[in-house]
């Protein structure tokens, strides 16, 4: 599948940012889904899952990197990514140390 990712609009960033989330304890659950779907189309979620699976996990952050500071550049943005990024994790009712250890890589990757 080619996706043009420059061209993504903010909803499909965070939804493919919430993929590489969700995947914090090797899977999505059921739970997580629900959290993705209710920004992004069912049908938009599976295309951008899809291509998230097809690209190497350096690729997924090299494109995560790329765009952060277009949808996410003031810290006022990335505290309500933050928000959204925590719902995800708790969505579940459980906050694991997988989970716990991605928050703070996405703190260092969202620095400014």
């Given amino acids: 599948m080619v996706e043009d990712f420059n061209n993504w609009t903010k ?3 965070l939804g493919f940012v919430l ?4 995947f914090a304890d090797k899977l999505i659950q059921q739970d997580e889904k629900a959290v993705i779907t209710h920004i992004l189309p069912i049908d938009r979620f599976y295309q951008l899952l899809e291509f998230y699976r097809n690209n190497m ?9 790329s765009l952060k500071d277009k949808f ?6 990335y505290e309500e990514f ?3 990024i925590r719902s995800l994790f708790m969505a579940d009712g459980q906050f694991s140390w997988m989970e716990r250890d ?8 969202f620095e400014n």
């Fill in 72 to 77: 996410y550049s003031t810290d006022k943005e």
């Fill in 57 to 65: 996990a350096e690729e997924n952050l090299r494109i995560i990197k």
């Fill in 102 to 109: 991605l928050e703070k890589s996405f703190d260092k990757l």
């Fill in 11 to 13: 909803d499909e960033f």
């Fill in 19 to 22: 993929i590489e989330a969700s």
């Fill in 82 to 84: 933050r928000e959204k």
